[in-house]
C-alpha cells in the first residue's frame, strides 16, 4: 500500500463505517432504559423496596425523614414516553436540627426498574392520592 492509498483508507474508512451504521432499522440509539417500543410498560411490583433503597443514598441524611407519603405507581406521559410515575412527599432535617417543608419528588420507571427521580415533578404528581410512608421514616444509613 502506497502512502496516498494508505491515508485515503484512513479518512475514508470512518466515512464507510458511519453509514453502514446508519442505514436500515438496526440505527436506533442505544439505552439502557429506553422502552424498546413498547407503549405500555410493566408495573413496577417491587416498587417501594426500590424507592428505599434510592431514598438512602439518595438523601444526605437519611434519619429523622418526616411526614413521608407516597402514592401507587399511575402512568403518565414522562418525556413524550408513558412511563410509571410514583410521587413521594417527605421532610428532611437540616444540620441545624429544623425540618424543611415538605417536597413533592417524582419516581419514574423503566420496564418495571426505578429509572430517575424528579425534584420538580410538575404535572406528574397533579392529583396524586398519597398514603402515610413509615418505611422511609425508618431508614438508616
Known sequence: MTGLSRLAAIVLLPLVLSACLSSGEESRSISFTD????????????????????????????????????AEPVQRTIGGRLR?????????????????EPRDRAVVYVDARLDRLLENPGDACAGATYAAFPELEKLTR
Open 35 to 70: 422502552d424498546r417500543g413498547y407503549s405500555n410498560q410493566p408495573y413496577p411490583n417491587n416498587y417501594k423496596t426500590e424507592v428505599l433503597a434510592f431514598m438512602r443514598t439518595y438523601l444526605n441524611n437519611p434519619l429523622g425523614v418526616r411526614e413521608a407519603m407516597m
Open 84 to 100: 410509571y410515575v410514583t410521587c413521594l412527599r417527605y421532610a428532611t432535617r437540616e444540620s441545624d436540627g429544623r425540618y424543611r
